[in-house]
């Protein structure tokens, strides 16, 4: 799901958010790649520059009441680089079964340690900045888009007991920034058990808006809270799926990602990926801040101070009940939770994903994998998922408008919003 990346370009990043519009787009729709060359310094200054959202959501404000220490977040990906400047003393494997361990501090697309800097990266050495930068991740490697080799994929833990070992350890949150239009056998149950253990589960509702927009798993399950992507206006990326299973947008447009597996440079990207990730440290800062919380107050505390303009139990088809708004809650000494035993999203878990129709979605009323497809789709394997796979997690896309009038860090945005079914 990381969708749309385009290398950082020295000689233009200082002007490239003065020259946004139908020049950007054009550009982002092209997906053109070239070379950085710069110097670690100059890394470092440019690519945190282009964390646009840092300033938007008014992250040294945040950090002032909390940086996310003390929390562990889990995330479950293409594995992460735990050698990573950012990451070096934020990643530890401690406590991971073994048998589901396996190269689990190796990361074969460089997407799983995009995440993890995002949620916590230190920032060292021209690096990510991440919104929760003193939380702890814990990695696990499945088999997602781009681990071609069979023995590999064979050896990656599935899905459903990666959930239910970390639904036993101390991380508090767990980061799916993928997804698939495939409801894999036991991760529905699994993804209940880690509720019901206190979890908190985070997944991207998917980038194929313009093409399918098929009902994306993890995100669709009950106790899975689904992430939109917007951008730096506000914009709701215009690629970023909808539906009664989209619960929070989040900062995932034009977001700084490593380029690939060999960590030379960092291009921009767009996708419900990096907007999972954001939400996710997000809710690090809060739950850092209240640890004595549960995890229905954590998210009952984004969902009731996110940014919206429409009442707060009529969510949006594509913002669901808005745009994360921690410093909302971080800021206000005198912010009282829902009780801990309320389960803010109860209404969307009883009633489960909806069609257009207004009906359920079921494992056999998913639709089935579609051919591979490049350029402005998503890609999913013609033949579906091998085991373990997570179906489509790399997904190139165009940028675009789409849901509410909402606000970020005082900025406003207004575009189309749609009530949902349920």
Same mark, same amino acid.
């Given at each position: 799901?990381?969708?749309?990346?385009?290398?950082?370009?020295?000689?233009?990043?200082?002007?490239?958010?003065?020259?946004?519009?139908?020049?950007?787009?054009?550009?982002?729709?092209?997906?053109?790649?070239?070379?950085?060359?710069?110097?670690?310094?100059?890394?470092?200054?440019?690519?945190?520059?282009?964390?646009?959202?840092?300033?938007?959501?008014?992250?040294?404000?945040?950090?002032?009441?909390?940086?996310?220490?003390?929390?562990?977040?889990?995330?479950?990906? /293409? !594995?992460?680089?735990?050698?990573? &400047?950012? +990451?070096?003393?934020?990643?530890?494997?401690? $406590?991971?079964? #073994?048998? %589901? =361990?396996?190269?689990?501090?190796?990361?074969? /697309? !460089?997407?799983?340690?995009?995440? &993890?800097? +995002?949620?916590?990266?230190?920032?060292?050495? $021209?690096?990510? #900045?991440? %919104? =929760?930068?003193?939380?702890?991740?814990?990695?696990?490697?499945?088999?997602?888009?781009?681990?071609?080799?069979?023995?590999?994929?064979?050896?990656?833990?599935?899905?459903?007991?990666?959930?239910?070992?970390?639904?036993?350890?101390?991380?508090?949150?767990?980061?799916?920034?993928f997804g698939g239009n495939l409801d894999l056998p036991g991760v529905r149950e699994a993804v209940k058990y880690a509720h019901d253990k206190?979890?908190?589960?985070?997944?991207?509702?998917?980038?194929?808006?313009?093409?399918?927009?098929?009902?994306?798993?993890?995100?669709?399950?009950?106790?899975?809270?689904?992430?939109?992507?917007?951008?730096?206006?506000?914009?709701?990326?215009?690629?970023?799926?909808?539906?009664?299973?989209?619960?929070?947008?989040?900062?995932?447009?034009?977001?700084?990602?490593w380029c690939d597996a060999t960590f030379r440079s960092y291009c921009s990207g767009s996708g419900t990926s990096q907007a999972t990730a954001?939400?996710?440290?997000?809710?690090?800062?809060?739950?850092?801040?209240?640890?004595?919380?549960?995890?229905?107050?954590?998210?009952?505390?984004?969902?009731?101070?996110?940014?919206?303009?429409?009442?707060?139990?009529?969510?949006?088809?594509?913002?669901?009940?808005?745009?994360?708004?921690?410093?909302?809650?971080?800021?206000?000494?005198?912010?009282?939770?829902?009780?801990?035993?309320?389960?803010?999203?109860?209404?969307?878990?009883?009633?489960?994903?909806?069609?257009?129709?207004?009906?359920?979605?079921?494992?056999?009323?998913?639709?089935?994998?579609?051919?591979?497809?490049?350029?402005?789709?998503?890609?999913?394997?013609?033949?579906?998922?091998?085991?373990?796979?997570?179906?489509?997690?790399?997904?190139?896309?165009?940028?675009?408008?789409?849901?509410?009038?909402?606000?970020?860090?005082?900025?406003?945005?207004?575009?189309?919003?749609?009530?949902?079914?349920?």
């Open positions: 799901m990381s969708g749309i990346r385009r290398r950082l370009r020295p000689s233009t990043l200082a002007g490239r958010f003065a020259r946004r519009g139908a020049a950007l787009c054009a550009a982002l729709g092209a997906a053109s790649v070239v070379s950085t060359g710069l110097a670690p310094g100059a890394v470092a200054a440019d690519v945190q520059s282009q964390q646009w959202y840092l300033s938007a959501m008014k992250a040294d404000e945040m950090w002032k009441a909390s940086t996310g220490k003390g929390v562990k977040v889990a995330v479950v990906d /293409t !594995g992460v680089n735990a050698d990573a &400047a950012s +990451l070096q003393g934020r990643v530890t494997t401690e $406590g991971v079964p #073994k048998d %589901l =361990a396996y190269k689990a501090t190796e990361d074969y /697309t !460089g997407h799983g340690t995009t995440m &993890a800097e +995002l949620i916590a990266g230190s920032g060292a050495k $021209g690096t990510l #900045k991440g %919104l =929760a930068p003193d939380a702890e991740i814990v990695p696990y490697r499945i088999a997602l888009k781009g681990l071609e080799d069979k023995a590999e994929r064979a050896k990656a833990p599935d899905d459903a007991s990666v959930i239910r070992a970390i639904a036993d350890s101390d991380a508090k949150i767990i980061n799916m920034s206190g979890k908190l589960l985070f997944a991207g509702t998917g980038n194929d808006a313009e093409g399918k927009n098929f009902i994306g798993f993890p995100a669709s399950y009950p106790y899975v809270v689904g992430i939109a992507a917007s951008d730096e206006s506000g914009k709701v990326g215009k690629f970023s799926e909808y539906g009664n299973y989209v619960d929070l947008a989040s900062p995932g447009l034009d977001i700084p990602s954001i939400a996710s440290a997000s809710a690090a800062l809060i739950w850092s801040a209240h640890p004595d919380w549960t995890a229905n107050q954590v998210l009952g505390s984004l969902i009731d101070t996110a940014g919206r303009d429409w009442a707060r139990d009529d969510p949006s088809t594509y913002l669901g009940y808005g745009l994360i708004r921690p410093r909302k809650v971080l800021e206000d000494s005198d912010y009282k939770p829902v009780p801990a035993d309320t389960d803010p999203l109860a209404r969307e878990n009883a009633t489960g994903v909806l069609d257009e129709s207004g009906k359920p979605v079921t494992a056999s009323t998913s639709p089935s994998p579609e051919p591979s497809k490049e350029g402005s789709g998503g890609q999913t394997s013609a033949a579906g998922p091998e085991p373990g796979e997570s179906g489509n997690t790399t997904l190139w896309v165009t940028l675009g408008a789409a849901a509410a009038v909402l606000a970020i860090g005082g900025g406003a945005f207004a575009v189309l919003r749609n009530r949902r079914n349920a």
